[in-house]
């Protein structure tokens, strides 16, 4: 069975740095296409980033040059690393898996239950 | 970036009936569309893929359909489960619509 388990969010204040942790289960990280979604608290779904089997990793241009995408093989887990932390950064991060390992579909039936990110002074 | 516009944001139903949801694109949706439901609390759920392939699991229910860049998520009849709010997504360059309320009225 596929689970995705997010953690690392918290009160983090302007210009900080925190890195979010995905452990996955199920299935291997490394091996499929990868991605992060967040959702400010009250309103709709924003994509962030994915990275693909082979290691390339593509960003949204709201967070491009601050957030970095990284896994850990050994670990089986995805990481998101969010630097120059922003106000407006202040969302439930999602962990999610494509739907094929064969392709990046961008089709997400795999959620983890989402870690809270607050960014505030 | 291609922009999703749902409408209605609410739409009030009661259960038994049908429920239609639209889904506008600012271009042509070139890679399909997919659709999700949230409930509160809880990470979204994919219901449709590929514009009208059903997720793993969705009851028959529910339906998709659409091209270019109108698209459609139909309830044919409403379960209490069934309120909630819904998502459109396309999948060349990910984005999302802001979202249509369904609640019971």
């Known amino acids: 069975e596929v689970q995705l388990v997010e953690s690392g969010g918290g009160l983090v204040q302007p210009g900080g740095s925190l890195r979010l942790s995905c452990a996955a289960s199920g299935f291997t990280v490394s091996s499929t296409y990868m991605s992060w979604v967040r959702q400010p608290p009250g309103k709709g779904l924003e994509w962030v980033s994915v990275i693909y089997r082979g290691g390339d990793a593509y960003y949204a241009g709201s967070v491009k040059g601050r957030f970095t995408v990284s896994r850990d093989t050994s670990k089986n887990t995805l990481y998101l690393q969010m630097n120059s932390l922003r106000v407006e950064d202040t969302a439930i991060y999602y962990c999610?898996?494509?739907?094929?390992?064969?392709?990046?579909?961008?089709?997400?039936?795999?959620w983890g239950q989402g870690t809270l990110v607050t960014v505030s002074s | 970036e291609i922009v999703l516009t749902q409408s209605p944001a609410t739409l009030s139903l009661s259960p038994g009936e049908r429920a239609t949801l639209s889904c506008r694109a600012s271009?042509?949706?070139?890679?399909?569309l997919a659709w999700y439901q949230q409930k509160p609390g809880q990470a979204p759920r994919l219901l449709i893929y590929d514009t009208s392939s059903r997720a793993t699991g969705i009851p028959a229910r529910f339906s998709g359909s659409g091209s270019g860049t109108d698209f459609t998520l139909t309830i044919s009849s409403l379960e209490p489960e069934d309120f909630a709010v819904y998502y459109c997504?396309?999948?060349?360059?990910?984005?999302f619509g802001q979202g249509t309320r369904l609640e019971i009225k």
């Open positions: 997504q396309q999948s060349s360059w990910i984005t």
């Open positions: 271009q042509i949706v070139t890679s399909n």
């Open positions: 999610t898996r494509d739907i094929s390992d064969v392709y990046s579909s961008g089709w997400y039936p795999y």
